[in-house]
């Protein structure tokens, strides 16, 4: 439940504050608490299993699809940005479920391609947030280096997650 009330946060701020962009970053910024917070509660209750993991995963996948398009829409980032993201998240979520299928094992999509690093998924995520909380209040400064950063680093992993088996 968590994982699918992270879009719909979002969809809630863009809707109702865009035209205030502190109030839509605080949004936006609940949105993202609530991952780590699922991510909490499923270890600390010992539910971190294969479905959590790919309800977070799509949670994610929808919170960026949320966010972006309309930014894109509202003309605050270029559309190449939330379309290679769009790209990017189908093929590699296609290959990870392909892979799950070949083993017969979905129980841990993070693993598929060497994307389990919490380091690294740590900075993305990271990066990432800062990136769309960012872009509301500060706009072409956001979107110009750190846009260019995340996006860049995005394909890195999702090319990475196509190339390396495990």
């Known amino acids: 439940f968590v994982s699918v009330s992270r879009p719909l946060i979002a969809y809630y ?3 109702n504050f865009m035209d205030q962009p502190v109030y839509l970053s605080l949004t936006l910024a609940g949105a993202f ?3 780590a917070i699922d991510g909490m509660l499923a270890r600390r209750l010992k539910q971190d299993n294969g479905i959590g993991e790919w309800a ?3 949670g994610d996948r929808a919170l960026e699809m949320v ?3 309309s ?3 509202e003309g605050l980032i270029p559309y190449t ?3 290679i993201f769009t790209a990017k998240g189908i093929i590699v979520d296609s290959v990870r479920l392909y892979r799950g299928s070949k083993r017969g094992d979905f129980s841990k999509p993070l693993k598929y391609g060497n994307n ?3 380091f690294e998924r740590f900075t993305y995520g990271t990066s990432k947030g800062a990136y769309i909380l960012g872009i509301p209040v500060f706009g072409a400064v956001v979107n110009t280096a750190l846009g260019i950063g995340v996006t860049t680093f995005g ?3 999702g090319i990475r997650s196509l190339i390396n088996h495990r």
Do not use: H, Q, S, V
Request: aromatic residues 12%.
């Open 13 to 15: 701020g863009l809707e």
């Open 33 to 35: 608490l609530t991952d």
């Open 56 to 58: 977070d995963i799509m």
């Open 67 to 69: 966010t972006m398009w």
């Open 71 to 73: 930014f894109a829409k």
């Open 81 to 83: 940005i939330p379309a």
């Open 116 to 118: 389990d690093n919490r």
């Open 155 to 157: 394909l890195y992993r």
